[in-house]
């Protein structure tokens, strides 16, 4: 089995834990993977997540750029541009769960989790005492407009596990597809207490 096919079925099998967890209605979301050569694996545009075969995964550059002239996710940029600011990212995820979608609206701004011991599933994070900010994005139908601000956002800061855009779900990352599903499952746990504590008045 080649690297890509490798990469392609962390996709394919992702996709099905996503969408059988509720993360990924209809053709929601998108999931990528970098290859040695620095090129990524990334999901076809309009596919349906939870149902990828190995022929709805392709190669585009790190630029974006397809190999075999296929439309790739529209929101392409948003993944290669995290590629590009950080070296040790091999995988991108996007899901557009119930959680994230319905917070990102509630937010006026950026969404602070502190205090809770799951923040400890973050790479690098080894205490609930911990503030993590995660910054909401206007959501915005130029993607190449979005990742530049997000990029800039990020490039100021010195850690950032994800982020939310408003209405629309959260990307976040790892260096390899179990971390990256791990904090998928982390923020998505996260989300829902905070969901939780703001229905609750308090």
């Known amino acids: ?32 993977a970098r290859l040695s050569d620095n090129s990524l694996a990334i999901t076809i545009s309009g596919a349906h997540k939870g149902f990828l075969t190995e022929n709805d995964i392709m190669r585009v550059d790190i630029n974006g750029a397809s190999f075999d002239g296929r439309k790739s996710s529209a ?26 979608t319905v917070l990102s609206k509630f937010c006026k701004d950026n969404l602070i989790l502190q205090g809770y011991e799951l923040l400890k599933a973050f790479s690098g ?4 005492e911990y503030s993590m900010q995660v910054p909401v994005f206007e959501n915005d139908q130029d993607i190449k407009r979005l990742a530049t601000v ?13 982020y939310l855009i408003r209405g629309h779900g959260f990307y ?30 308090l």
């Open 75 to 100: 929101e392409t940029l948003l993944h290669t541009y995290i590629y590009h600011r950080y070296p040790s990212v091999n995988v991108v995820l996007h899901p557009h769960s119930i959680n994230s």
């Open 150 to 162: 997000i990029d800039e956002y990020i490039k100021k800061k010195e850690v950032v596990h994800g």
């Open 172 to 201: 976040t990352w790892g260096k390899n597809i179990d971390e990256a599903l791990r904090h998928v499952e982390a923020f998505e746990f996260l989300f829902k207490c905070e969901l939780k504590f703001q229905g609750s008045g």
């Open 1 to 32: 089995m080649s690297e890509f096919q490798q990469r392609a079925h962390e996709l394919i099998n992702s996709g099905k834990q996503l969408y059988t967890a509720g993360m990924l209605p209809a053709t929601s979301g998108n999931l990528s």
């Open 125 to 128: 994070i080894n205490t609930h």
